[in-house]
């Protein structure tokens, strides 16, 4: 429960951190209500005790610094603690990996499906990719196009070798893929749901 409890503080996701959840509540909300408490109790204790002594006064004033700095210092701790964790982990895994080896643990159907048509279709080619996928998003629309174009490479998806003809086919994450098929073109590879067309 601890274990789980620190790893919730630092949860990378891509490009970018998601926060954390326990129990289904999210893991700063405990740490914003503690400093949100210690600050009101301070507006309080200060209305209250207004005309006591300032010396009354500044040991209010010294606990609320205290404990604020008391979250801050823990929540850093714990971050910082779950950040190791997590790049120990990362390490271990990709420790004495070739670089071919080191992206399936992130994009395992993206690897193998490209290994999949460059070992049928070997070689330059342009394709065109045809995909459900929203390119008006950046996730999961535009970035897994361009992690695929990069692992499909020299298979030319992005376009990147301008005016030359299009000689194949990617339909990828496409709903009823084969409906999708101009009746010139043919199916020489299938992977998963996948397809890779080439003309006829």
């Known amino acids: 429960m601890l274990i789980d409890l620190i790893d919730s503080f630092y949860v990378p996701h891509y490009n970018c951190c998601t926060i954390g959840i326990t129990n289904g509540i999210y893991i700063y909300s405990f740490f914003y209500l503690a400093g949100i408490a210690v600050i009101i109790y301070y507006l309080i204790s200060s209305y209250l005790l207004k005309e006591n002594t300032p010396s009354t006064q500044a040991k209010f004033k010294n606990f609320t610094h205290k404990a604020l700095w008391g979250i801050l210092i ?3 701790i714990f971050q910082t603690i779950a950040q190791i964790r997590f790049f120990t982990d990362e390490l271990d895994f990709y420790h004495n990996r070739r670089i071919s080896q080191r992206y399936p643990g992130r994009f395992q159907e993206l690897v193998d499906f490209s290994l ?5 279709l070997p070689g330059k080619h342009t394709a065109q990719l045809i995909t459900d996928l929203d ?8 970035f897994t196009t361009w992690v695929l174009g990069y692992f499909l490479y020299p298979i030319d998806i992005k376009n990147i070798r301008e005016g030359e003809p299009k000689d194949c086919l990617i339909i990828f994450m496409k709903k009823d893929p084969y409906q999708n098929i101009p009746v010139d073109y043919k199916v020489i590879g299938k992977f998963n749901n996948h397809l890779l067309a080439i003309k006829k």
């Open 74 to 76: 823990t929540l850093i």
């Open 116 to 120: 999949f048509c460059k070992s049928i």
């Open 135 to 142: 390119f008006n998003k950046d996730f999961p629309g535009l």
